[in-house]
């Protein structure tokens, strides 16, 4: 039997629009001066079971995404 390979890309980005359904558009950061890279992100994991954690516009989060896909992403983290 093949053996699963979780293979994920983590980046820290700011929240910039909340979107209805739980999703949100992120900035990635530490991309370059140049570059700037906004992705569609939604509530990950435990994130999305504890009910106290909400996810504002202008907060810092812990994104990951799969390499397969560079356009969508999972919040994993809200910074405080």
């Known amino acids: 039997m093949a053996q699963k390979t ?10 910039v629009e909340t979107l209805p359904n739980a999703l949100f ?5 530490g991309l370059g ?3 700037e890279k906004v992705i569609l992100a939604t509530l990950g994991g435990k994130v999305r079971k504890r009910r106290y954690v909400r996810i ?7 994104v990951e995404m799969s390499p397969y896909d560079l356009e969508r992403g999972r919040i994993v983290y809200r910074y405080k």
């Open 56 to 62: 504002l516009l202008g907060d810092r989060v812990d």
């Open 33 to 35: 001066a140049d570059e």
């Open 6 to 15: 979780k293979e994920v890309i983590k980046a820290t980005g700011t929240v």
């Open 25 to 29: 558009r992120v900035k990635l950061e």
